[in-house]
Antibody
Framework: EVQLLESGGGLVQPGGSLRLSCAAS????????MSWVRQAPGKGLEWVSS??????????TDTDSVKGRFTISRDNSKNTVYLQMTSLRADDTAVYYC?????????????WGQGTLVTVSS | AIRMTQSPSSFSASIGDRVTITCRAS??????LAWYQQKPGKAPKVLIY???TLQSGVPSRFSGSGSGTDFTLTISCLQSEDFATYYC?????????FGGGTKVGLK
């Protein structure tokens, strides 16, 4: 059974940093691209970032608010994908989901974690 | 970046109704289009992928159609558990993008 378990969320002050983790199990982790999707309170879904199975290719939303501040990475030996977030702002407050597609490289997200809440506030 | 526009943003319907939600892409996405259902406090659940393929385990009252720029999600006979918010998403090219969502409420 595919399982995705996010951790690392919490309350952080504006300008601070957080690293989110998503521990995966139940599939050959290194074969699948992984993604982060976020949802601000009461708002819609926003794709944030994706990384290929090897980790050699990374993609980010071109929203000005994220570029250059977030970094996606993965450790295939630990079956874990990360999202390093720096210079956090109030509008980064959201539930962050880890997600995996049906097939290796596709981002039709058949599997989601339960989400981890990031709150940016002083 | 490809912009996904859903309509309507919300509406009310009755159990047993046939419901259609539309999604338009600002440029062609072939058939790389997925539909999700989300209930409050829960992660989204994929209903349809590749524009018209029903995800395993999803009831057959859900169907999807379209290709290129215009897509529809149809619920043939609305059930009580279908009151939720629905999102389309293109995965044709990066940056990936979701529609703004359609909330289906009880009339």
């Amino acid at each position: 059974e595919v399982q995705l378990l996010e951790s690392g969320g919490g309350l952080v002050q504006p300008g601070g940093s957080l690293r989110l983790s998503c521990a995966a199990s139940g599939f050959t982790f290194s074969s699948y691209a992984m993604s982060w999707v976020r949802q601000a309170p009461g708002k819609g879904l926003e794709w944030v970032s994706s990384i290929s199975g090897s980790g050699g290719s990374t993609y980010y939303t071109d929203t000005d608010s994220v570029k250059g501040r977030f970094t996606i990475s993965r450790d295939n030996s630990k079956n874990t994908v990360y999202l390093q977030m720096t210079s956090l702002r109030a509008d980064d407050t959201a539930v962050y989901y880890c997600a995996r597609g049906n097939t290796y490289d596709y981002a039709d997200y058949a599997y989601w974690g339960q989400g981890t809440l990031v709150t940016v506030s002083s | 970046a490809i912009r996904m526009t859903q309509s309507p943003s919300s509406f009310s319907a009755s159990i047993g109704d046939r419901v259609t939600i539309t999604c338009r892409a600002s440029q062609g996405v072939s058939s790389y289009l997925a539909w999700y259902q989300q209930k409050p406090g829960k992660a989204p659940k994929v209903l349809i992928y590749a524009a018209s393929t029903l995800q395993s385990g999803v009831p057959s009252r859900f169907s999807g159609s379209g290709s290129g720029t215009d897509f529809t999600l149809t619920i043939s006979c609305l059930q009580s558990e279908d009151f939720a918010t629905y999102y389309c998403q293109q995965y044709y090219t990066y940056p990936l993008s979701f529609g703004g969502g359609t909330k289906v409420g009880l009339k």
